[in-house]
């Protein structure tokens, strides 16, 4: 094991009943590290990064966090999901709340922010974001593309040190894409620590350091972006590149 | 042709506007007036009018109605609180899912059967003579006490229930999007579950509410003057059951506005948390 990395995945596995979805997938990441996952659907991508959030419990392997066993079966996930925050594809916005209140939510009850502390924060959050103007919204009244980024503001109020993006722009209209990709290249030049899931592969060529093929629940190769795409090693990658190519996604 | 600072649209709608108002009317018109010159014809219906639709007998008693009424009001307004705190107290135990909190579960759940499975006059039967039974004294052999807490337990099994239905409708991701930002789970029921749980259960509770408020009067049958036990005493004196009927008519003019107040109050929520409607 590699005792600077940021995250150590080793050996994880997973099943929901007789179902393996997670079969011993090892990867260490360093800090700062941006890595896309790519796969077809149903791959495991989304249960690997509900995995490392500790969403669900794993059966088997470990995961570390600065070199801690953070998926000791007994552990209280809570210390350790503070650190790590997800963004998901349905975006998972509290729709009885406003944006403010969305976002100021958890670092008032979690890390026991006074009021104005976490709305001040979260403010400033909404202002970089580019969303002042919907700060007292509810999340209903905004385009998918708004509530997404609401969703990452969420997240970046609790100052994690590793973020899970699963499929952040997947639900959205193909015009408002950009305006969240735009945030994730933000947060990368700030040196955010990123494990992303996605189908848009410019985008994992332009923004990640490593792209890892999942394909039944294993890594089949993880390689720069560059080498992956011109010389892909494995066959089922060749294959699957070859289909997103011939769907126009690449 | 449209009118000046008309739009088509606009002009459209005033048109079908007209148009229901008058067919509403007309219909309504129309049926009213059946009832009206057909019921009076039938063989029976002088002597129900006496008997249930005497002005004078209404008017002499309505007062002391109004006024007993009140007491079915107040046991409604403790009973209120004291139902909402333990239904939904009962409707946590049973979401929770830590095995040390297993005999809390079996025993909500053992309750909400018990007490959704009883009739509620009996519950009120054998609350209201039972309990004063054990030879209790002032004021706790009080037949509203019991009376009220048997209420409290029939129906904080009906609104356990309606609870636990809106905790489970809130869907899992809204579970995920809040432990995921390290919310322990009682703070996630507390700040995320619960309050959507409670805005989509609001008209179910309702029902129960309106339901509670007119079970008050099954009180009476174990002692309590209030307004259903008055229209008896009256009925009596009178030898008329024109004082039930305005009783009906008391419980009605609460009622219904209750209701509508509801349905008010659930548009106005729609309308501040969503975007557009759909027509
Ligand atoms: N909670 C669950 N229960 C049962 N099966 C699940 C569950 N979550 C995911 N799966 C299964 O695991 C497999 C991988 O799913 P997922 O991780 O969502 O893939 P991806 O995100 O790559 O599309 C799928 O076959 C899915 O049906
Ligand atoms: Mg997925």
């Known amino acids: 094991m590699n005792i600077e990395s940021k995250i150590s995945l080793q050996e994880v596995r997973k099943s929901f009943g007789s179902r393996h979805v997670l079969n011993g997938i090892t990867l260490d990441i360093n800090q700062s590290e941006v890595i896309a996952f790519i796969g077809s659907s149903g791959s495991g991508k989304s249960t690997l990064l509900r995995c490392v959030n500790l969403l669900e419990a794993i059966d088997d392997g470990a995961i570390l966090l600065d070199g801690i066993d953070i998926s000791e079966p007994g552990i209280n996930p809570d210390p350790f999901r503070r650190r790590i925050g997800m963004v998901f594809q349905n975006f998972n916005l509290f729709p009885h709340m406003t944006v403010l209140e969305n976002i100021a939510l958890a670092p008032r009850k979690v890390l026991g922010q006074s009021k104005n502390e976490a709305n001040d924060h979260a403010r400033e959050l909404i202002g970089r974001l580019g969303l002042s103007d919907r700060a007292d919204g509810y999340p209903d009244q905004l385009s998918g593309g708004q509530q997404q980024r609401v969703a990452i503001a969420r997240s970046l109020a609790m100052n994690p040190e590793v973020m899970l993006l699963d499929e952040i722009t997947s639900a959205l209209d193909p015009e408002l894409v950009g305006e969240v990709l735009d945030v994730v290249r933000e947060l990368k030049s700030n040196g955010m620590t990123m494990l992303l899931a996605t189908h848009e592969m410019g985008f994992a060529r332009e923004i990640s350091d490593r792209v890892c093929f999942l394909h039944q629940g294993q890594v089949l190769e993880c390689s720069p972006p560059a080498e992956f795409f011109s010389r892909p090693q494995h066959e089922r990658t060749q294959q699957f590149l070859q289909r997103v190519t011939d769907a126009g996604r690449l | 042709m449209s009118q000046p600072g008309v739009t088509r649209r606009q002009a459209f709608e005033r048109r079908q506007k007209r148009r229901s108002v008058l067919i509403a009317f007309t219909s309504t018109v129309i049926v009213i007036g059946l009832v009206v010159a057909l019921v009076p014809q039938t063989p029976g219906w002088y002597k129900v009018k006496r008997s249930f639709f005497d002005g004078a007998v209404l008017s002499d008693t309505f007062a002391k109605l109004l006024s007993a009424f009140v007491k079915d009001i107040q046991i409604f307004l403790w009973c209120a609180p004291c139902i909402l ?195």
């Not at chain 2, 040390?100 to 009120?124: E, M, N, Q, S």
């Not at chain 2, 991701?173 to 409670?198: E, F």
Request: a positive charge.
């Open chain 2, 85 to 279: 705190i333990w239904g939904m107290t009962l409707a946590v135990c049973r979401s929770v899912r830590t095995p040390a909190l297993f005999p809390l579960r079996l025993f909500a759940a053992a309750y909400t059967d018990i007490f959704r499975g009883i009739p509620v006059i009996l519950t009120i039967l054998l609350v209201g003579f039972g309990v004063p039974g054990l030879g209790l004294h002032r004021p706790w052999n009080s037949p509203y006490l019991w009376g009220s807490v048997a209420l409290v337990l029939a129906y904080s099994s009906y609104v356990a229930e309606v609870f636990r239905a809106g905790i489970e409708s809130v869907h899992e991701s809204q579970r995920a999007g809040a432990r995921s930002l390290g919310l322990s789970s009682g703070q996630t029921l507390r700040y995320v579950i619960i309050p959507q749980a409670v805005r989509r259960v609001i008209p179910p509770l309702m029902n129960d509410f309106v339901s509670l408020q007119k079970d008050v009067a099954l009180i009476s049958l174990i002692g309590p003057i209030e307004i259903l036990r008055q229209a008896g005493i009256d009925k009596s004196k009178y030898a008329n059951f024109t004082p039930y009927v305005g009783a009906a008519i008391i419980f009605l003019l609460l009622t219904i506005p209750e209701t509508r107040f509801v349905d008010h109050l659930m548009t106005r929520e729609r309308r501040r948390t969503s975007g557009t409607a759909v027509r």
